[in-house]
């Protein structure tokens, strides 16, 4: 049911949910696309899509090399997700209505509602089974300090000749020597290399900020070290 008792308004969301809120926002912030985002990970446009709308889990290898990508460290990603589950888990009240209680449930849950020919995506109703808090929703009922550090994700944006080279660089380009999980990777004018396993040195960062390449260190070094962990995963299943 939606509400327990005549006066309490029930929400329901998910811990995918939260996350798919939050890669909607740094992609934004990126200046992409969903189409475009799908092609520089590799993955469909439909299961893309499916992880901005917490259908799917976002499985955490993504999490940390789109963290990497754009600048976040991956500890402050989940922290800000602990902050948004205590805020609404605590919350009695939003813009939407007065004395609220929002459940967070199973990630599987949401699609399983969503899937429901009976579920429709309209405004929050006393009259609905499910009332779900997924992507902009999420608006309605989170504070001035959360939507603050959410709307300051990204510390990059690219522009569409950098979209453009990220979709265009194959895990081909990446060189990795596996006695040593030292991988290269062949940047504009110069070559940024990185530990597979630990990311980038010091000597890496330096060598990386003097490199003439088009998307620039900060981007293309977690691009490339997210290139060289798929790498290594093909290499393993040619193996097997």
């Known amino acids: 049911m939606t509400t327990q008792d005549q006066d309490t308004f029930v929400f329901e969301t998910s811990l995918s949910a939260i996350s798919g809120f939050l890669l909607s926002n740094i992609r934004e912030q990126m200046g992409v696309n969903q189409r475009e985002i799908a092609k520089i990970f590799d993955m469909t446009h439909v299961t893309y899509g499916s992880m901005e709308r917490g259908e799917t889990a976002i499985n955490t290898d993504f999490i940390y090399m789109l963290c990497t990508l754009v600048g976040i460290k991956f500890s402050d990603y989940f922290s800000l997700i602990d902050d ?67 709307s300051d994700l990204s510390k990059i944006r690219l522009t569409k000749e950098q979209i453009k080279e990220m979709v265009n660089l194959k895990s081909d380009d990446i060189e990795i020597d596996q006695s040593n999980n030292v991988g290269t ?52 299943k040619n193996k097997s």
């Open 84 to 150: 948004i589950i205590f805020e609404l888990e605590n919350k009695d009240s939003c813009l939407v209505t007065d004395n609220i209680k929002i459940n967070i449930i199973p990630s599987s849950e949401i699609l399983k509602i969503t899937s429901d020919p009976e579920y429709k995506e309209v405004e929050f109703s006393k009259e609905k089974k499910h009332n779900l808090i997924i992507g902009e929703s999420f608006l309605f009922f989170l504070g001035s300090e959360n939507k603050a550090k959410i």
């Open 185 to 236: 990777v062949q940047l504009g004018e110069g070559v940024l290399g990185f530990n597979t396993t630990t990311g980038l040195t010091t000597a890496s960062v330096v060598a990386g900020a003097a490199i003439a390449g088009p998307v620039g260190w900060v981007g293309l070094a977690g691009f490339g070290l997210y290139k060289a962990y798929k790498k290594v995963k093909e290499d393993k």
